[in-house]
């Protein structure tokens, strides 16, 4: 009995490779990011092993507030003093101490613009001979610098960027461009690539001189005299050790730092094999759909082998293990595919400004586990309803012409149990979505279950849909494309179920895209509405890449250049108050001449009335924080220190916006004598005259020497602004678009077998004087039905969903982008017309006196 | 594949000569006025060893009365006996298990998997019982079809006739108690009906097999030594070792 299980799989190799097809995507997009995020945490992991290889103990500043910042400009920890190390060294346990600088400085390029890939870091760092040991680094040419104009960079950036040694090469840190000499170039070991990092190796006094850390160090290295443990260091070290400052063993800092990146990239990982299981999902419903296609086809076998004395439970059987074998193929070519899949994915990730670094594949077993069980489960679990109607062929069919399946013993409740899931997966969203209190796990996975549901439910439902919406759909076809046209139109609906779980397949991809553009186009009209109604200024300087900060110098420089009104910097840094972690905003007195807020309390006088002691808060944090005017406020900056506040405004933003400023904003003089290195989010000028092109290069003048910053007027700036959410846009395209080419093979399929199905049929038109053109033509029209089949469903569900998740975040404003949605109807069509290409020529090629005798 | 439930006979029965019994058929299908009576009432019996043909003009029932008795379908009234078990109430597990081990098929259109070869067809039967064919009886099997050297292709190699004595092999190789012929030479030319025919009736002589019969051709029937006429969902006639020309008179009776 198995063997006829695989002689009948040998026997339709096409039919099975197609099938295939639908599990080898999603497993190998569930392989590559497994082997994409092992390969990166790998590098990482050798990137901190090797950092702190040579230090038994490592001495940091840790901020007050906590780490992990994700507000720019802010994560920068306090540093040591100097006179640490000199105790440091003075310990009888330490055979060796060295002090360091680290922090980050952009290299610029030949084209005047800071060597930047893939928002990768600009790292800088010290270099002494005493630290020599503990460096990651090795010489790769020339030497060290040592003289204050000297440079040393790295290899990659070095030949990637033509700068030999000898050559000048400008630096920018916290003020404007300084030359250097380049004297030697370095490797960092134990990787291929740091992925788009820079490295600028200064020595010490040249470090502290640029990044304004005279007396003080970022990192202390220690080495433990021969007989003492690591342990026994840190314990000795502790003591000695100022507020906000930390010692742990090299191998505990390591992990530690390995660990914060891997949480990162388990976000990251996880995002990517949502896209795997979308793409499994997807493919689940073609396998389901071709299998149950194969088995009404296969109905006069079937029950001749019942009346052979087969059981129900052998049939069962052999289909699911006609199933498994396919399952395991396609997953095992999967994997492998994953292999290539995980280089494709890094060139897109980097292509849309995501640049990690990299060593030799990481080919885990867990990668290999995963991805079979996910594979074969996923096909067995889609194979068993297919399986189970096999089941129910009765053996009477084997003598009957044209014998058909049964109708299932659940298809009368098909309808209630469609509305009843439907239902269901709605009422679980709008839980996971709007009830309080739940963490955002929860929330994730309700919306997700719902969703998966909600496709499900509509799937099952689509059945009774088809044959009116095909009908409509169909009307052009059947209009204007003669004969052939009107027999697409009733071919695509004769068999409604088959239809349904085609489209089905589509229509997943089709709401997920749909859903994606209608909340990003809800999230630009908050966006837009923002900066048009708060930024009130002519010009904008940001950073080059539009997010990073920027430094205070670059304000300055424009203070008195001729025709600037108003220069207004904004400062950006975390703090913390009320036993949690906050925003903090630093503004000068002149920001109400260009950025406008609401006032709940205080004016737009406020803000040159803020003194040192004084605060604005926002409406929110206020009423979370029971907050009123003249109330005291004490918040923790990353240094340790208490600034003793008092509320003197509350703000909000103008409706349909989001707040330009944090939860607490204090004046820029304030917030520079507690920050460490403040650095301005972005700065805002008026010019006399507004703007106009003499304006702009005479701010693109006055900030030649930092290529760091960039000038744009308000409405660049809000384009630019726009810039990352359009890449995020892009990206989530492409990923979902994985999922709807599996479900072009379910179209590509279904195609497939119902020509072949339908050979005696087509051999009738041909001998009535159908042309192979009009036999192609048929087919490419029932192709385009289904696929706009798929869009009719896909596209309403996904505004629906799209409505749902954004009334719970406030972040967007409810738009219908028309102009996207009917790209995706023309995409649809176009997917539509691909499916068709292979089984319409199959149809045009058949040969008109065999296909009559087929049998 | 164990059979799933064993099927014996009830003591005294098995010894009954009467491998097939039915009494009182009737079928109807659908319900109301539009309710259409294929079989009426039919008795009849089969002894072993013999072979009977069931005739009868295209309405007659008698495709429905073989599906009756080879527990296809399930008649609206009466019983049938094989080999001495009630074959009307069983579940689908217990049919399955009196498939294996007391029916054999032949079909009008061979229904022969086409992705097997023509022995691995013969032993199919087998196989699905999770049981090892006797090498001898395959042997002597393929050679009185005459399939010797044509055994390792496959059914889309083969002729129609080929391909029905391939079916006529597999339906023998389990020794069923009784072998159900639907139209067996329904889809070959005459030449070949006849040899078909021959192998059946022979089957019947050398190995002692009982085969049922269903056609409506009268040359066909003439080889059986039993004869049923049906019309309209009843036997209206019988004869015993008779000849074509017979079986046409009695033919255009009933038609006419």
């Known amino acids: 009995m198995s ?22 995507l999603g497993v190998a997009m569930v392989s590559g990011t497994y082997i994409l995020t092992d390969t990166i945490k790998a590098a990482f992991s050798t990137v901190f092993t090797r950092a702190y290889k040579n230090a038994d103990a490592v001495v940091t500043g840790k901020s007050a507030v906590g780490t992990d910042s994700n507000n720019a400009g802010a994560a920068v920890p306090r540093t040591l003093p100097a006179s640490l190390l000199t105790r440091i060294r003075a310990l009888p346990q330490v055979a060796l101490a060295a002090g360091a600088i680290s922090d980050t400085a952009g290299l610029i390029g030949h084209d005047g613009k800071v060597i930047s890939r893939g928002g990768a870091p600009n790292l800088a760092f010290s270099h002494t001979a005493a630290g020599a040991r503990f460096s990651p680094l090795t010489l790769s040419a020339g030497r060290y610098p040592t003289r204050p104009h000297e440079i040393a960079i790295d290899a990659e950036t070095a030949s990637k960027q033509n700068f030999a040694i000898g050559q000048q090469i400008g630096v920018v840190a916290r003020g404007p461009v300084q ?26 006094p040249t470090a502290r001189r640029i990044f304004h850390k005279q007396g003080q160090l970022d990192q202390i290295n220690v080495a433990a ?110 994997l492998f595919l994953g292999l290539a899949l995980a280089k494709g994915l890094n060139s897109l990730l980097v292509s849309f400004g995501i640049d990690l670094p990299q060593t030799g594949l990481v080919f885990a077993t867990r990668t290999v586990v995963v991805s079979l069980i996910v594979g074969v489960g996923i096909t067995l679990l889609a194979a068993l309803r297919p399986a189970l109607r096999a089941t129910r062929v009765p053996p009477i069919a084997a003598v009957r012409e044209g014998a058909v399946l049964p109708p299932s013993r659940f298809a009368r409740f098909g309808e209630p149990a469609a509305i009843a899931t439907i239902v269901g997966a709605l009422a679980l969203m709008l839980v996971a979505l709007f009830v309080s209190g739940l963490s955002t796990t929860a929330r994730l996975l309700g919306v997700g279950i719902g969703a998966l549901a909600l496709f499900l439910g509509v799937a099952m439902l689509a059945p009774r849909l088809v044959p009116p919406l095909g009908r409509l759909l169909g009307w052009p076809a059947g209009r204007f494309g003669g004969g052939a046209g009107k027999l ?29 553009g209608v909340l990003a186009a809800g999230l ?30 670059s304000e300055n420089a424009l203070r008195h250049v001729p025709g600037v009104l108003v220069v207004s910097g904004v400062r950006a840094g975390d703090g913390k108050a009320f036993g949690s972690r906050m925003h903090v905003t630093g503004v000068a007195p002149n920001v109400s001449r260009v950025i406008a807020v609401n006032w709940q309390t205080g004016s737009r006088l406020t803000p040159a009335l803020l003194g040192t002691e004084g605060a604005i808060v926002s409406k929110d944090y206020a009423s979370a924080n029971h907050l009123r005017a003249g109330a005291p406020l004490a918040v923790q900056t990353p240094t340790g220190a208490m600034l003793h506040l008092a509320v003197r405004g509350i703000a909000s933003p103008p409706k349909g916006a989001i707040s330009p400023f944090g939860d607490v904003t204090i004046s820029t003089t304030r917030f520079d004598s507690a920050y460490q290195n403040p650095q301005n989010l972005y700065t805002l000028i008026n010019m006399r005259g507004g703007v106009t092109t003499a304006n702009t290069r005479t701010l693109q003048r006055a900030l030649s020497g930092f290529p760091d910053a960039k000038v744009q007027t308000i409405a ?54 159908m ?32 409505v749902m998740v954004g009334a719970a975040i ?7 982008p028309v102009g996207t949605l009917v790209v995706f109807v023309i995409a649809a069509v176009i997917a539509g017309l691909i499916a068709a290409i292979f089984p319409a020529r199959r149809a045009g090629r058949l040969n008109v006196l065999e296909a009559l005798q087929y049998e | 594949m164990t059979a799933e439930a064993g099927l014996t006979a009830p003591p005294g029965v098995g010894v009954d000569d009467k491998v097939v019994v039915a009494s009182d058929l009737t079928r109807r299908y659908g319900e109301g006025d539009t309710a259409v009576d294929a079989l009426r009432g039919v008795s009849l019996h089969v002894d072993r060893g013999k072979l009977v043909a069931v005739m009868g003009p295209s309405g007659s029932g008698k495709s429905t009365l073989m599906h009756a008795l080879a527990g296809l379908d399930k008649p609206t009234s009466g019983t049938v006996r094989i080999a001495g078990i009630e074959i009307t109430g069983l579940d689908d597990a217990r049919l399955t298990s009196l498939r294996r081990e007391h029916i054999g098929f032949v079909f009008q259109f061979f229904n022969l998997l086409p992705m097997l070869t023509a022995e691995e067809n013969v032993v199919l039967p087998l196989s699905i019982a999770g049981e090892s064919p006797d090498r001898e009886w395959l042997g002597e099997l393929l050679s009185r079809t005459g399939l010797g050297d044509r055994s390792r292709h496959l059914p889309s190699q083969l002729s129609g006739g080929e391909q029905q004595r391939v079916a006529i092999a597999r339906a023998l190789v389990t020794r069923p108690t009784v072998v159900f012929a639907d139209e067996p030479t329904g889809n070959l030319d005459s030449k070949t009906g006849a040899e078909i025919l021959e192998l059946l009736r022979g089957s019947v002589e050398q190995y002692g097999q009982t085969i049922v019969m269903v056609t409506h051709e009268p040359r066909a029937a003439s080889v059986a030594e039993r004869i049923m006429f049906l019309a309209d969902g009843l036997i209206v006639k019988e004869l015993t070792d008779t000849n074509a020309g017979e079986v046409l008179e009695v033919m255009s009776a009933i038609q006419s």
């Open chain 1, 488 to 516: 697409a139109r009733s071919n695509a609906t004769r068999n409604p179920g088959r239809t349904a779980s085609t489209a089905a397949a589509l229509m997943i991809g089709l709401a997920l895209v749909t859903f994606v």
């Open chain 1, 716 to 769: 660049q700036f809000e384009k630019n602004q726009e810039q990352g959410l359009n890449l995020l846009l892009n990206l989530l395209y492409v990923l979902l678009s994985l999922s709807i080419l599996v479900s072009l093979f379910g179209i590509v399929n279904t195609l497939v077998l119902t020509v072949f199905e339908r050979t005696r049929e087509l051999g009738m038109l041909r001998a009535v004087g």
């Open chain 1, 524 to 553: 630009k009209t908050r966006f837009e509405s923002t900066v048009s109604q708060e930024f009130v200024s002519d010009y904008a300087v940001t950073a080059t890449n539009n997010f990073a900060p920027i430094s205070v110098a």
């Open chain 1, 810 to 816: 406030k972040y967007t404003a409810f738009t219908v």
């Open chain 1, 225 to 334: 005299r021969h007989g003492v443990s690591p342990e026994q260091l840190v314990h000795t070290i502790r003591p000695l050790l100022p507020p906000n400052s930390q010692v742990k063993t090299g191998r505990a800092e390591a992990q530690q730092q390995t660990k914060d990146t891997s949480g990162f990239l388990n976000i990251f990982q996880d995002f990517l094999l949502a896209f795997g299981g979308i793409a499994l999902f997807v493919g689940s419903f073609v396998i389901a759909n071709t299998l149950s296609i194969t088995i009404a086809q296969r109905t006069r076998e079937l029950a001749t082998l019942r009346t052979l004395g087969a059981s129900r439970r052998q049939v069962l059987r052999s289909v699911m293990l006609e199933a498994l074998i396919i399952g395991l193929l396609a997953s095992v070519t999967g």
């Open chain 1, 771 to 802: 042309s192979r053109r009009q036999v192609r033509r048929m087919i490419r029209q029932e192709s385009v039905i289904t696929a706009l089949l798929g869009a009719a469903f896909g596209i309403p569900l996904g505004i629906v969903l799209a």
């Open chain 1, 3 to 24: 063997r006829v299980a695989l002689k009948g799989l040998l026997g339709r190799r096409t039919r099975a490779l197609l099938t295939a097809i639908a599990i080898v």
């Open chain 1, 179 to 204: 030359r250097f000499e380049i004297v030697g170039t370095v490797n960092f070991g134990g990787v291929s690539s740091l992925g788009g990092a820079t490295i600028a190796i200064f020595s010490l």
